[in-house]
């Protein structure tokens, strides 16, 4: 299709947030000045996630460590409350560090394509293999919200744009590397795991999308498959 059909289908393209696997237990920025003296419904499982005394009560070095890793993930309201969206949260990250190196393990992904860019939406990962052997990943990444989702299937990334602005959000997308309409995968500066997710497009940290931009090219398959929790 002619340029000007591409340009405005990729301009439905997206944004999102970043932050890599490993970054998810570390120290957390400031916490706002509020916070609930009130325990949630998931306060055993989210104290054990940070290393807290597990006693299923709030205290106020509870609620500060639940509050910083809130603002440190765009959960809101930050008022260290352990809720359903941040034990959601918590629970996906231990689901993706329990996948280790071998992502493909149920051998969802094909194996018989060559290379291919590999997005598991239920787990919220990425992974480019070539047959059965692992080339790069799994790394955690943000996929389209309720309303937004990612489209399943076979693709074929069929344009790349390496300084990409999006049209319609008026956002940067830098490494844009489109496979579906204006879904891609592409950078971006926030967390993985912020809710709800993108408008579409498959979000990346800087440094993983700048791998994937040096690893795929123009015409290498993208298979995604499942469903990311609440969609």
């Not at 309720?146 to 076979?154: E, H, I, W």
């Amino acid at each position: 299709m002619g340029d000007i059909r591409r340009r405005s289908a990729v301009a439905i393209g997206l944004t999102g947030l970043v932050a890599p696997l490993a970054l998810a237990f570390s120290a957390a920025p400031a916490q706002a000045a509020s916070c609930t003296t009130q325990a949630g419904p998931y306060q055993k499982q989210v104290e054990k996630f940070l290393g807290r005394p597990v006693d299923g009560r709030q205290s106020t070095a509870d609620c500060k460590a639940i509050q910083a890793f809130q603002n440190k993930h765009g959960i809101t309201p930050a008022v260290g409350y352990a809720g359903s969206v941040t034990w959601g949260v918590m629970d996906l990250m231990n689901k993706q560090k329990a996948v280790g190196h071998n992502p493909n393990k149920d051998g969802k992904c094909p194996t018989n394509k060559g290379r291919i860019a590999c997005v598991d939406l239920t787990l919220q990962l990425s992974w480019i293999q070539d047959g059965n052997k692992l080339v790069y990943g799994p790394v955690p990444v943000r996929t389209g919200r309720k309303g937004f989702a990612t489209r399943t299937g076979l693709k074929k990334i069929y344009w790349r744009d390496i300084n990409h602005v999006s049209s319609v959000y008026n956002v940067p997308m830098p490494y844009s590397q489109f496979f579906d309409g204006g879904q891609a995968f592409h950078s971006v500066n926030l967390s993985m795991w912020n809710p709800p997710g993108s408008h579409g497009c498959v979000n990346m940290t800087p440094t993983v999308a700048k791998k994937y931009w040096s690893l795929l090219k123009t015409g290498d398959d993208v298979y995604v498959y499942g469903r990311k929790p609440g969609t």
